[in-house]
């Protein structure tokens, strides 16, 4: 099945440090969604996006869709302890006759306090 | 509170015992999917349901089987389970059409032995 190109895979920062991670595709997409999944947790919303060109913000959390609708990033600023785990992204696109999700294949945050 | 509920949350089982994992949401979705999620490969979608007695095959359905008699419910069976279905299972719903968000289930982890 398809999947998005998340980058990066994994990453180590210090506590403190500002995060940014990116999911891009070929294809144009409706909406954009970011989620955090704990290890053996279900993925927890973090941002919705839906229109591009979109900025949104949750706490330390910002994110974009991109303009040309096939890209989104997501920022973590002053990173904590508690921001280790997967995140990754997803997006809606129309294909087929039907609306589909297309997810990516997570950033693995590690955080050294 | 809005939520997707799936049981068991941790199963393990034998080789070849019929066993059914259930999800319930109560947001009143139209769209109800089921996903597999294994190391170094991300989600991967076995079925989907557009609405009440309307289900799709996903990337990976077979082995799996679903039913949508109800719109809250989207129980995953499996007929005749074996080892390579081992692996973490997340139901997820949202309302239908575009621009919308997906849900997710706390997971169900899966031993077949």
């Known amino acids: 099945g398809q999947q998005l190109n998340q980058s990066p895979q994994s990453m180590f920062i210090q506590e403190g440090e500002d995060v940014s991670m990116n999911c891009t595709s070929s294809s144009i997409f409706n909406t954009w969604l970011w989620y955090k999944q704990d290890p053996g947790e279900g993925p927890v919303l973090l941002i919705a996006?839906?229109?591009?060109?979109e900025l949104t913000s949750n706490g330390r959390l910002t994110a974009q869709f991109g303009i040309t609708r096939k890209d989104s990033f997501l920022n973590i600023s002053a990173s904590i302890p508690s921001d280790v785990g997967i995140y990754f992204c997803a997006g809606q696109l129309y294909t087929s006759g039907t609306y589909k999700y297309i997810f990516g294949t997570g950033t693995r945050l590690k955080v050294l306090a | 509170e809005a939520q997707v509920t799936q049981n068991p949350r941790y199963l393990i089982t034998v080789t070849g015992k019929k066993l059914t994992v259930t999800c319930s949401q109560n947001m009143n979705h139209e769209y109800m999917s089921w996903y597999r999620q294994d190391p170094g490969l991300g989600l991967r979608q076995i079925y989907y349901s557009m609405n009440v007695e309307v289900t799709d095959k996903g990337d990976v359905p077979e082995g799996y089987k679903v039913s949508r008699k109800e719109k809250r419910n989207f129980p995953l069976i499996l007929e005749s389970p074996s080892p390579n279905q081992t692996s973490l299972y997340f139901c997820a719903s949202s309302f239908a059409g575009g621009g919308n968000t997906i849900y997710f289930g706390e997971g169900s982890w899966l031993t077949v032995v």
């Open positions: 996006l839906y229109k591009a060109g």
